[in-house]
């Protein structure tokens, strides 16, 4: 059975960091990814990683950085700079697929999400 565990989450003020985590199991997924969602709006996209390439959304580039670890089949997310319009549940996601990036629907597995909030 997949399953995906967040853990890194936190509160902090602005411009600090924070590292979010997410372990999978079962075999390696081909792209992995980080969403959020902030309270009253929309699951929006973060991250996205396959076995050599990155994307992000334009509000979070140059500030975080996903990266993973096939051989503990791990998923990261670096936050820097982080400011209160960050607070969110962030969601790790993943696919087996081979679409690049992925598109939201694409993302089979999911995992129960991580609170971050950044007080200003």
Avoid: H
Avoid at 40 to 68: C, H, L, P, Q
């Amino acid at each position: 059975q997949v399953q995906l565990v967040e853990s890194g989450g936190g509160l902090v003020q602005a411009g600090g960091s924070l590292r979010l985590s997410c372990a999978a199991s079962g075999r390696t997924f081909s792209s992995m990814g980080w969403f959020r969602q902030a309270p009253g709006k929309e699951r929006e996209f973060v991250a996205a990683i396959n076995w050599g390439d990155t994307y992000y959304a334009d509000s979070v580039m140059g500030r975080f950085t996903i990266s993973r670890d096939n051989a503990k089949n791990m998923v990261y997310l670096q936050m820097n700079s982080l400011k209160p319009e960050d607070t969110a549940v962030y969601y790790c996601a993943a696919t087996y697929g081979s679409r690049w990036p992925p598109r939201r629907y694409e993302y089979d597995y999911w995992g129960q999400g991580t609170q971050v909030t950044v007080s200003s």
